[in-house]
Each structure stands twice: as structure tokens, then as C-alpha cells.
């Protein structure tokens, strides 16, 4: 993640079609796993995957999986006390408006590093790191994942998918996003 920065990747709203990556709704109702993917204007902001998942409307669990630009993820779940928030990669709210959107909403001051040193700084998370511990993913685990900062985020999300469930569904989802 750090080490795989692009330079300069800032990401508004405005270029969508230049982000990397894949937003992934995720639903577990009556014991099933469904994935289904979020527009790519979940990408670049909160507002928009939180909207886009709560209009889901499904009795049992949901969340969404974002994959940033290929740089960093964000788990994404709403909650009817407030959305449960987790980010890979804190150090990505200086290039990215929607990791700046995460730490805004977490209570948390964007890092005050220089844009030119951020290949040298190693990334931290932010946010719930117990958000998928009911779905079969404890803290713990998922610290685990997270500190594996030589993976991409697609092969971190893999290991989330493959822990709480829903490998199958994700990758068959990612196949088709691939092949249009």
C-alpha cells in the first residue's frame, strides 16, 4: 500500500473513470452470502456507498468492501447507532477525498505528512477493527490482515471474504466486474 503509491492520485468526485479498484456490497440474509457491486462513485464517497447500502433494505447483515485505487481499503457499515467505519490505510486521506471523508466521519485529523514522503511512511489503520467480528472475523484476525501492508488490497478483502464466508461470492462477483 504505501510502498505501491502511485504519485499523485488524488480523487474527486470528478475522475471516477480513473480509479482502480471495486466498491462490493455484501449481504448475509438467512445464512446466504450475496455480493453485488456499488457504482463507481462509491469509490470516491462515503455519502454515496453508505447510500448505496442502505438502500439494500435486507433484514440481515450489510456491508460494503472498497478497494481504493488499488492503494487502500474501507469497510463500510451502516448501522442504525451510526456507521461502523474501518480503513486500511490512514495515510491515504492526504491523496484520496473519500479516506479523508472516513477519518473525518472516525473524529480523526488527517496525518500531517508531506505528500513527497509518503512512500517512506507505513501505513496504519483507523476505525472498528472489530466491525465484521459477529460475521466471523474477530479484531484480532483482522489486525493480522492489516498488517500485511505487502498485499494489495483486493488479496486483504480475499482474506476477509475467505474468513468470514463469502470467498465464493466475491470472486465470482469480481470475475464478471473483470470481463466487462
Do not use: H
Not at 5 to 29: C, K, P, Q, W, Y
Not at 71 to 81: D, Q, S
Not at 110 to 115: K, L, M, N
Request: charged fraction near 30%; glycine fraction near 8%; hydrophobic fraction near 40%.
Amino acid at each position: 500500500m504505501g510502498a505501491q503509491r502511485a504519485n499523485n492520485n488524488s480523487a474527486s468526485a470528478g475522475s471516477i473513470e480513473d480509479l482502480d479498484g471495486f466498491g462490493m456490497a455484501v449481504v448475509r440474509e438467512e445464512g446466504r452470502w450475496k455480493c453485488t457491486p456499488l457504482t463507481g462513485g462509491a469509490l470516491t464517497s462515503l455519502r454515496t456507498a453508505e447510500k448505496e447500502l442502505l438502500e439494500l433494505r435486507s433484514s440481515g447483515a450489510v456491508f460494503g468492501l472498497l478497494d481504493v485505487d488499488e492503494e487502500f481499503f474501507v469497510i463500510v457499515r451502516p448501522a442504525p447507532t451510526g456507521t461502523r467505519l474501518l480503513i486500511s490505510d490512514a495515510t491515504a486521506a492526504i491523496d484520496y477525498d473519500i479516506a479523508a471523508d472516513v477519518l473525518e466521519s472516525l473524529n480523526i485529523e488527517i496525518p500531517d505528512i508531506d505528500p513527497d514522503e509518503l512512500d517512506d511512511v507505513e501505513p496504519w489503520e483507523e476505525g472498528d477493527l472489530g466491525v465484521l467480528a459477529d460475521l466471523g472475523l474477530p479484531d484480532a484476525v483482522l489486525g493480522v490482515i492489516l498488517a500485511e501492508t505487502d498485499l494489495y488490497p483486493d488479496e486483504q478483502l480475499a482474506m476477509v471474504a475467505q474468513r468470514c464466508g463469502f470467498e465464493t461470492e466475491l470472486s465470482a462477483e469480481l470475475d464478471k466486474l473483470s470481463s466487462r
